[in-house]
């Protein structure tokens, strides 16, 4: 079984590398192909989790597992992503203990007043990052799962209901004086992105991604701001981590959801 | 299945190499290398490292007109062409670091010289620097708490550090400036620029003037450009043209769309 | 000549010799003195009329010329300050005559 998802995962990379940059759409048959590289679902409580590992590993200390599911219930993406500095890609933030002692990073909050802290007290709490096993965690996310509303994909919770219903209130702000863009009224109609045939047509919420971010998270590096200008956005480099999956597939709903985007489209990833 | 899991990653790895020209996101340079400069047009092939200047270590002194008008520095890496006699006769970097000049109650250390000792070379490394130091790391995340905050660039709100007199720039150099007699008054014309669908961009000339000079943006930098016939558009800005010249490289970056989409007035 | 006057000129020749020594960058030579007086008000260029804007690039070609025969660095250095400065009096220049002409 692992060898057979081998070949499939080697022939699509090299689909991949030879199809090359026409970003033209591809036929069903390489669709198919693509889809089925997609990851199915995991453990509910692994999906979005970011484990830290280089720097804790040369001190001797076990892994850093970080769940975002837990943070994103109390702030959004733009609290910590864009306040506080952390990356959007893993290991790209650098963070040493030095720093988070004095206060950045995670010792933002974990201070012993907000969140636990980073500090090492009596009882240590050190293990509650640094996690020898994940059992406490995978514990802690059913009590935390158990009232939010569902989905079958990434963590099985419907993040959107769960804040527009209120059992969610995520802070969007750290330091609350900041003064943020007004939002621009041209952009509270949903964008459709058409695609090459009208059943895939996507709808797409500059307002609901407003909510948890700001316009720089995606502008203009993954998205440059010209009209139809995006090169090359194609739902196979959606798949690989381009364009929409820098964050759908990683902490954001995943891709095998497909009717969240593609409202007329059946769910039909094969699994 | 886990296996699985195993391979994601090094799916999403080999892609990102395949693809790294779009929709990704591109590595955001760590608030201490915020306006870091690397000069390295003669250094390494005189066997010397590469010169690191940092923006941030100078502008909390100076103007940047004081460097880039009076001192002829260029706006672009590279394009000054510095060379070592140019800085040994008292010119570019030579200006203030000639072992004479004082700052602070020291002397600034010099630049370049055609002979030193061992212990001299430690000198000649705080600008040709071999590697990146923490201790240099260190003075910045010190010296920018006490700073007012900021999301972006270099973490610091330079111009609310300037108004609240936490730095000041000085902008005249006694025999290297032109000495300014009385000024006439010039009024600030501000420029609101309307934007469909954003909301619009307040400019103020008067505080660009104060910082960095006419010259330095006219005609150089704002090429043809004239009041009301504005020809530029933010995807030029993101190209590093007009604003987006010293906006993303020394001064707030561009991804800090409020700061120029405001409709608060700043004066 | 006795020997307080030789002390007196050994004194002057000695704080001249210093004062040229010192004077190694940045002089105040007659080109200098000039590039200062076309150059120093150039963040008060929107406050010239245009004949003054006119006889300030003027000024700056004859600078110009002067700055040509100086040593390399010194070229290298107040080339480029001698260009933004003239450039943006064109500017300038250019902006006023346009808004009087469809005046």
């Not at chain 1, 759409?25 to 198919?32: M, N, V, Y």
């Not at chain 1, 030095?98 to 201070?111: N, P």
């Not at chain 2, 100076?62 to 009076?70: A, G, K």
């Not at chain 2, 550090?161 to 000041?168: N, P, R, T």
């Amino acid at each position: 079984m692992a060898v057979r998802f081998c070949c499939i995962v080697a022939s699509a990379v090299l689909t991949v590398l030879l199809a090359g940059d026409d970003g033209k759409a591809i036929d069903r048959g390489e669709l198919g192909k693509v889809l089925q590289v997609m990851p199915p679902n995991g453990p509910l409580w692994k999906y979005g989790n970011v484990v830290m590992r280089r720097k804790s590993a040369k001190a001797g200390m076990a892994p850093v597992v970080f769940p975002h599911w837990s943070h994103r219930a109390r702030y959004t993406c733009r609290a910590c992503h864009l306040e506080l500095g952390f990356s959007m890609r893993s290991g790209d933030t650098g963070i040493t203990r030095e720093q988070y002692l004095a206060g950045r990073y995670c010792g933002v909050c974990h201070d012993g007043k907000t969140a636990f802290s980073v500090r090492n007290g009596d009882p240590s709490q050190c293990g509650r990052c640094h996690m020898k096993d994940t059992r406490d965690l995978e514990k802690r996310f059913d009590t935390f799962a158990a009232n939010l509303p569902m989905t079958s994909f990434g963590n099985g919770i419907d993040w959107g209901e769960a804040v527009r219903s209120g059992l969610i209130t995520p802070a969007n702000s750290i330091h609350t004086e900041r003064f943020t863009m007004q939002f621009p009224d041209k952009l509270k109609v949903p964008t459709k992105l058409g695609t090459t045939s009208p059943r895939s047509d996507v709808i797409f919420s500059h307002e609901d991604h407003f909510a948890e971010l700001d316009c720089s998270s995606c502008h203009p590096d993954i998205f440059n701001i010209k009209k139809k200008g995006t090169e090359a956005f194609t739902m196979e480099r959606n798949m690989y981590g381009n364009f929409c999956g820098v964050c759908h597939m990683q902490v954001a709903f995943p891709m095998n959801d497909c009717r969240r985007c593609h409202p007329q489209m059946s769910n039909s990833t094969g699994y | 299945m886990i296996k699985m899991f195993f391979v994601v990653p090094i799916l999403l790895a080999a892609a990102g190499i395949a693809w790294a020209q779009g929709g990704m996101k591109k590595k955001k340079p760590l608030p201490c290398e915020f306006g870091s400069v690397t000069i390295n047009n003669y250094s390494r092939q005189a066997g010397m490292p590469p010169v690191v200047f940092d923006h941030w270590v100078h502008r909390q002194y100076y103007t940047c007109r004081l460097c880039h008008v009076d001192l002829g520095f260029g706006m672009t890496v590279g394009s000054t062409k510095v060379r070592a006699v140019d800085n040994m006769k008292g010119y570019f970097c030579g200006t203030c670091h000639n072992g004479k000049m004082v700052h602070g109650g020291k002397r600034i250390f010099e630049s370049c010289t055609k002979e030193y000792t061992r212990e001299e070379y430690n000198r000649c490394v705080k600008c040709h620097t071999l590697e990146r130091s923490a201790v240099k790391e260190n003075e910045f995340y010190r010296f920018s708490k006490k700073m007012p905050n900021e999301r972006l660039g270099n973490g610091i709100n330079w111009e609310i550090a300037e108004e609240k007199g936490l730095i000041k720039p000085v902008d005249y150099l006694e025999g290297v400036s032109s000495k300014k007699t009385n000024l006439k008054v010039t009024s600030d014309f501000a420029i609101k620029t309307k934007v469909e669908g954003m909301p619009d961009i307040i400019f103020s000339h008067k505080k660009h003037t104060v910082w960095n000079g006419c010259g330095l943006c006219h005609p150089e930098i704002f090429i043809g450009v004239k009041k009301g016939t504005t020809k530029y558009s933010m995807v030029e800005l993101f190209e590093g043209k007009y604003c987006g010249v010293c906006h993303d490289k020394v001064a707030f970056p561009q991804t800090d769309c409020q700061r120029c989409h405001t409709k608060q007035t700043q004066e | 000549m006795n020997t307080k006057g030789r002390l007196k000129l050994l004194i002057l020749t000695g704080c001249l010799s210093l004062f040229i020594t010192l004077q190694t960058a940045y002089g105040e030579d007659a080109w200098r003195t000039d590039f200062d007086a076309a150059c120093a008000q150039s963040d008060d260029a929107m406050a010239f009329s245009i004949p003054e804007l006119k006889k300030l690039i003027e000024q700056c070609d004859r600078v110009q010329n002067s700055i040509e025969a100086q040593e390399d660095t010194v070229r290298k250095v107040f080339l480029r300050r001698l260009q933004m400065c003239r450039n943006l009096y064109v500017f300038v220049l250019e902006t006023k005559m346009h808004e009087q002409k469809p005046k």
